[in-house]
């Protein structure tokens, strides 16, 4: 019996731990319970502001989306077009490729041409043609080609071109000038010593060409202008190489009596030389003009002294009447006036009023000097033209 009570007191006794245990664990699960529905409110309100947040951000970038939109658009046009402009511009370089290579070989045709003295020669006068025609010069009224002349020497000159300057002068130009040893050093495939070289050279043979052209003495052939001849060369690439290679090649040309010039300075000089007629046209009608002025004061000198002479007569004509008409009314018409007292007539004479106006006297003063010097001017001639004498168109001052 007493086991039976002790086994129902602890029976009851575990389950009433049992049940505080369970109400602990069921305690500490609502608490945890609780606790993650806190949290789980506070994710939700923060996602909710987060969202909302996003939502006003979305309304922010819309514009920024739709203008990255219109960029992207923009981009692919330009792509598109890129493209097509890169094709255009490989057909292009394809096409200038190919013209370079025709180029090339022109320029190797027209080099190993050019190595003929005889080409050589017409290449140079058709450079020296042009530059001529260029200053605006016309040919046998400007210059003159392949003038033959005799030197003090006794020596027959021809020189390419002679230019004519103001005062009966006259330029040579020598249109022959020395290039294959500046052809042989532009090949492409030449050592740089060996490009200079051949540039040595060819500054040496400008410098021969030069005392050789000076050995002539174009000037004692043409005396009537400077004593120097022009070295013209063909192009500037030439005479600049030949000049890096001497730098004092143009101050001993100079001293021979001779000018280097290229394409370039050449037609600089000719320019100059129509300049230089311009002014001398411009010079020479300026004489005309002072010649014409000088005559037209002298002829208004004359005229004037005529017209003093006119307004003279004027005068005396104009006394002379007054006189009469002084001696009509006192002498005359008293007279006829009895007549008419006497009733031998009825009509009434007209009174006769004398002239009180004059001539217009001569206010300018070279009008007046000329009329008191008369014998320093030219005379007025009338000569009987077809308008009859002492008409205008047959009037002349002599």
Known sequence: MDGWVWALVGLVV?????????????????????????????????????????????ALLAPLKDALVRVEQHVGVLERDRVQQFGSLR???????????????????????????????????????????????????????????VSAHERTVRPDVVVRLPGRKSLVVDAKAPMTHFLDAQAEDLPDDERTALLGRHAAALAAHVGALSAKEYWSAFRDGPELVVCFVPSDAMLAAAMAAQPALHEKALTQRVVLVGPGSLLALLRTVAFTWQQDALSQSARELLDLGRELHARL????????????????????????????ESRVLVTARRMRDLEVVTDDLDVLEPVRSGPRPLTAQELIDAVTAPDDRPQLVLDEGDDGPGTAAGARVG
């Open 91 to 149: 057909a292009l370089l394809g096409r200038v490729e190919a013209e370079t290579q025709g180029l090339g070989k022109a320029t190797a045709s027209l080099a190993g041409s050019l190595r003929s003295s005889s080409v050589r020669g017409a290449w140079g006068e058709v450079q020296l043609r042009r530059v001529l025609e260029a200053s605006g010069m016309l040919a046998r009224c400007d210059f003159d080609e392949q003038v033959t002349a």
């Open 301 to 328: 000198g004359t005229l004037g002294a005529h017209t003093a002479k006119v307004g003279r007569s004027l005068q005396s004509s104009v006394e002379a009447y007054n006189a009469m008409v002084g001696a009509l």
């Open 14 to 58: 575990g389950a009433g731990a049992a049940w505080s245990v369970a109400r602990l664990v069921h305690a500490a699960r609502a608490a945890s319970v609780e606790t993650e529905r806190d949290l789980l409110r506070e994710r939700v309100l923060d996602l909710e502001a987060s969202l909302a947040e996003d939502m006003e951000t979305a």
